[in-house]
């Protein structure tokens, strides 16, 4: 489908108006009523004023109120900036700033608690606030940043009311900027067309035999690609999607469960969670398939999936927030080669390349690069990372002398003889914890701004439920001792959780390399084998 993003909704109306597009608690919304609310609130967005190209930020668990936001904003012409509900004010003002928000639209409590922070940026016209608050309540309940206007969701213009015409999207416009972090500095935006989105739903709902009478379970954020698939998976075939913000792992199988659900995807953290519970026949009776990506998924976690659902197909995937998704593992290769992350996804072609460019031999490591129509465009308001992550293909003959971009992942790789690849390690300090991707930078800022230490510097120990656990190595500041638990206490009062360090480790000084640096990688062998509680908060 060479069509802008919201059309995915509106073709599933018009071939099953009555059809559950998504579930919310007890609630479903029907095609028909997705595709109404969606062009609604379009217009209303564009009758504030909105214009092409204008962002949209989301600050919102997974509810109805966000689905239609992200696909309005998208269908009005402008982009949709999801944002992980699990952020503190600091992080989420550096996302508003950074992007140039016009509208944002959130809940009254998570309002309340930008109040703190200075204005987050003079772009910011509008506050959509999606649940009212009593007159009692007065600012306290809703108010927001200085500047902008606050106006009730369900005030926006209906039917008959939102006039104004929105503006033309083409397939190649910017839809989306997500949000992801790197091994240096605050989170970077991924900038994402229409193309992008719908070229990786159509890719994905291919090799997973989507099917309009899938039930999709919602459990990971929409500010996460894998997240945001599943919206644009289910509504690329016309299935439901079942939204869960879930508090335990066990409330996750209750719903595949009550919710009949077909298709799970999940990051190696919650699998490994769920790989220890029972799962009950109702469960199991409907779960076709589930997926992983985010990591590697450990074989003993595999293992327990497998027998505790022997009837449900097991997709093992890679994906970079930069190209959507790149890799998956039949489940019919799952025996043979339960460490890989398979080949390339259809309509995607993927690399193995030398640092001079050259491809790699079979089991010869290397850098993996990704090209086609999922390539994001780069990265919001940054030529330089830009240019350093997008870079033309490798080995590419010019077509009229323009050459093809292709994202160079900085993950390294190998392929064996029949080009199946496997996962090696990352090219940079970049931290990956529950599936999140984490910049240490961003960590050490926090603990610095919390002086309480002399010197800090943030690594990625391996965890066996997270992958890697975050863990802070500090000195003690000139004048006293390191209080650990008062730093840890800073830190969770600044980081959501998956930043918060799970350990802080107590040095005289921080070895450093020959460019006089702090060597990070001689402090992540040192500490390896130090004991790291698999679960609870950080001591």
Same mark, same amino acid.
């Given at each position: 489908m060479n069509a802008p993003l919201a059309e995915l909704i509106f073709a599933a109306a018009r071939r099953r108006p009555d059809a559950p597009a998504i579930r919310d608690g007890g609630d479903t919304v029907a095609y028909a009523d997705l595709a109404d609310a969606v062009r609604d609130t379009a217009r209303a967005l564009v009758g504030l004023?909105?214009?092409?190209?204008?962002?949209?930020a989301v600050f919102l668990e997974k509810r109805r109120e966000a689905v239609v936001a992200m696909f309005a904003a998208a269908a009005a012409g402008a982009a949709f900036v999801p944002i992980n509900p699990l952020l503190k004010p600091r992080q989420v003002a550096h996302i508003l700033a950074d992007c140039g928000a016009r509208v944002l639209v959130t809940s009254p409590e998570r309002l309340r608690a930008l109040e703190n922070v200075p204005a987050a940026t003079e772009s910011l016209r509008w506050v959509l606030r999606t649940d009212r608050v009593t007159a009692t309540a007065g600012a306290a309940a809703g108010a927001a940043p200085p500047g902008p206007s606050i106006l009730d969701w369900h005030d926006l213009p209906g039917a008959g009311e939102a006039v104004a015409a929105v503006h033309r999207v083409v397939e190649t416009d910017m839809a989306a900027i997500l949000y992801t972090s790197g091994s240096t500095g605050p989170a970077k935006g991924v900038v994402l067309s229409h193309r992008n989105l719908v070229a990786g739903a159509e890719s994905v709902v291919s090799y997973l035999d989507n099917r309009p009478d899938d039930r999709l379970l919602c459990v990971l954020p929409f500010s996460f690609d894998y997240g945001l698939s599943q919206l644009t998976t289910a509504f690329a075939v016309g299935a439901c999607a079942v939204l869960l913000n879930y508090l335990l792992p066990r409330d996750v199988i209750a719903a595949v469960a009550r919710e009949g659900i077909t298709g799970l995807a999940c990051v190696p953290p919650l699998w490994i969670q769920l790989a220890e519970l029972d799962w009950p026949e109702e469960a199991r009776r409907h779960l076709?398939?589930?997926?992983?990506?985010?990591?590697?998924?450990?074989?003993?976690?595999?293992?327990?999936?497998? #027998? /505790?659902?022997?009837?449900? /197909?097991?997709?093992?995937?890679?994906?970079?927030?930069?190209?959507?998704?790149?890799?998956?593992?039949?489940?019919?290769?799952?025996?043979?080669?339960?460490?890989?992350?398979?080949? #390339?996804?259809?309509? #995607?072609?993927?690399?193995v390349v030398r640092e001079d460019g050259a491809l790699c031999a079979p089991g010869e490591p290397g850098e993996l690069v990704h090209r086609g129509p999922l390539v994001a465009k780069g990265y919001w308001n940054d030529p330089t990372r830009t240019a350093e992550r997008f870079r033309p293909l490798p080995?590419?003959?010019?077509?009229?002398?323009?050459?093809?971009?292709?994202?160079?992942?900085? @993950?390294?790789?190998?392929?064996?003889?029949?080009?199946?690849?496997?996962?090696?390690? =990352?090219?940079d300090e970049m931290i990956k914890s529950s599936g999140y991707r984490i910049s240490p930078t961003e960590v050490e800022e926090v603990i610095y701004a919390s002086g309480l230490v002399g010197e800090a510097v943030v690594i990625g120990l391996s965890h066996p439920v997270l992958g890697q656990a975050v863990v802070a190595v500090a000195t003690p500041p000139a004048t006293g001792a390191?209080?650990?638990?008062?730093?840890?206490?800073?830190? =969770?009062?600044?980081?959501?959780?998956?930043?918060?360090?799970?350990?802080?480790? #107590?040095?005289?000084?921080?070895?450093?390399?020959?460019?006089?640096?702090?060597? =990070? /990688?001689?402090?992540? @062998?040192?500490?390896?084998?130090?004991?790291?509680?698999?679960?609870?908060?950080?001591?």
């Open positions: 004023g909105l214009g092409r190209g204008d962002r949209v076709r398939y589930l997926t992983n990506s985010g990591g590697a998924l450990p074989r003993p976690t595999l293992a327990a999936l497998r #027998a /505790r659902l022997p009837e449900t /197909r097991v997709y093992l995937m890679y994906g970079l927030t930069e190209a959507f998704r790149s890799t998956y593992l039949p489940p019919d290769e799952v025996d043979r080669r339960p460490d890989s992350i398979g080949k #390339a996804i259809p309509n #995607a072609e993927v690399l080995g590419a003959v010019a077509d009229h002398g323009l050459a093809e971009t292709a994202v160079w992942s900085g @993950d390294t790789v190998r392929a064996d003889e029949d080009g199946y690849l496997y996962f090696v390690g =990352r090219r390191l209080d650990e638990d008062a730093l840890l206490a800073a830190c =969770r009062r600044d980081l959501p959780s998956f930043m918060t360090p799970r350990a802080v480790v #107590a040095r005289a000084d921080l070895p450093r390399n020959a460019n006089g640096k702090i060597d =990070r /990688r001689r402090l992540a @062998d040192e500490l390896a084998d130090l004991l790291l509680p698999e679960t609870g908060a950080a001591r």
